[in-house]
Nanobody, 129 residues
Framework: VQLQASGGGLVQAGGSLRLSCAAS????????IGWFRQAPGKEREGVSC????????YYADSVKDRFTISSDNARKMVYLQMNGLKPEDTAVYYC???????????????????????WGQGTQVTVSS
């Protein structure tokens, strides 16, 4: 299993970035893919999640109406479009996969890191004020 996150960078407040997560090594269409972020000195935080089987999406309150998660099942890609970025969005962003989400055992809510078995390497997002 491999997850490759990319697309981070430095952007001014109010700007936009699109993160990408390339997945391989598992049945993509039956999975849940989550985006998490971790700022220095803070716990890892669930940002968003998509169920690749039915397209259901979930968002943290802090990003709702600004971020949009989507998937391209044919390409095994998940995207996180981030608009209206704020300095408090600065963090390393990770994508994570629960390959058994469809029909597998319950491992936790979408925002729980415990739900996910595999993690990408992270991509830095820095928002300047």
């Amino acid at each position: 299993v491999q997850l490759q996150a990319s697309g981070g960078g430095l952007v001014q407040a109010g700007g936009s970035l699109r993160l990408s997560c390339a997945a391989s090594g598992f049945t993509f269409d039956d999975s849940a893919i989550g985006w998490f972020r971790q700022a220095p000195g803070k716990e890892r935080e669930g940002v968003s999640c998509i169920s690749t089987s039915d397209g259901s999406t979930y968002y943290a309150d802090s990003v709702k109406d600004r971020f949009t998660i989507s998937s391209d099942n044919a390409r095994k890609m998940v995207y996180l479009q981030m608009n209206g970025l704020k300095p408090e969005d600065t963090a390393v962003y990770y994508c994570a996969a629960d390959p058994d989400s469809l029909g597998g055992p319950y491992k936790g809510s979408w925002w729980s890191p415990l739900k996910y078995d595999y993690w990408g390497q992270g991509t830095q997002v820095t928002v300047s004020s």
